[in-house]
């Protein structure tokens, strides 16, 4: 398996700044997405971004994803105390239906 | 509710006495997955079901089976639990095709003493 590497490991902004996370993978990929967990509890889906798409958006979130360099960012702007959580990328390879999850990021957003 | 549903959530027992994980979803979901997550490792896949009866190996199956008699229902079992085994077990499920995003349950925390 390849595991993502989500960059930083921990990250830690005042209420309203903007939280950028990063994710390199080493694998050719179907999709990569990103999840959120709050502590102790399950996954849940933000958003999915294709091989063949660059960048999407979803409400605060903005991920881009570069196939030649293997990497992709998750932006969250205009952060709240409630997005406090850890945050992972998980790639979906090429001929594959698993998903290959990263150590996540930490981001805690102090009010 | 759409939902994936893990039982128990908790759960402390001894070496060796075999126990069952069970997880059920509602939304009709072919693919059905179980991870563990461990500090520093993330979360690691120990079995998938395509569907029903087809189960496959993940990257950590050692110690655990699975089986997968009805589409909604994807026990784990630990047959003579260890104390690596000692984990927070997640079960997940998506559609059977491409790009779709995974559902998961709450977890369940196993502490094996």
């Known amino acids: 398996s390849q595991q993502g590497e989500e960059d930083p490991q921990a990250l830690s902004i005042q209420e309203g700044e903007n939280a950028t996370m990063n994710c390199s993978y080493k694998t050719s990929i179907n999709n990569l997405q990103w999840y959120r967990q709050n502590s102790g509890r399950g996954l849940v889906h933000l958003i999915l971004?294709?091989?063949?798409?660059r960048e999407k958006h979803s409400g605060r979130l903005r991920v881009t994803l570069d196939t030649s360099k293997k990497s992709s960012s998750l932006l969250i702007t205009a952060s709240r105390a409630a997005d406090t959580a850890s945050y992972f990328c998980?790639?979906?390879?090429?001929?594959?239906?698993?998903?290959?999850f990263g150590t996540g990021t930490r981001l805690t957003v102090i009010p | 509710e759409a939902q994936v549903t893990q039982n128990p959530r908790y759960l402390i027992t001894v070496t060796g006495k075999k126990l069952t994980v069970t997880c059920s979803q509602n939304?009709?979901?072919?693919?059905m997955s179980w991870y563990r997550q461990d500090p520093g490792l993330g979360l690691r896949q120990i079995y998938y079901?395509?569907?029903?009866?087809?189960?496959d190996k993940g990257d950590v199956p050692e110690g655990y089976k699975v089986s997968r008699k009805e589409k909604r229902n994807f026990p784990l079992i630990l047959e003579s639990p260890s104390p690596n085994q000692t984990s927070l077990y997640f079960c997940a499920s998506k559609f059977n095709r491409n790009n779709q995003p995974q559902h998961f349950g709450d977890g369940t925390r196993l502490s094996i003493l």
């Open positions: 079901s395509m569907n029903v009866e087809v189960t």
């Open positions: 939304m009709n979901h072919e693919y």
């Open positions: 998980a790639t979906e390879e090429t001929g594959a239906n698993n998903l290959f």
């Open positions: 971004i294709r091989s063949n798409e």
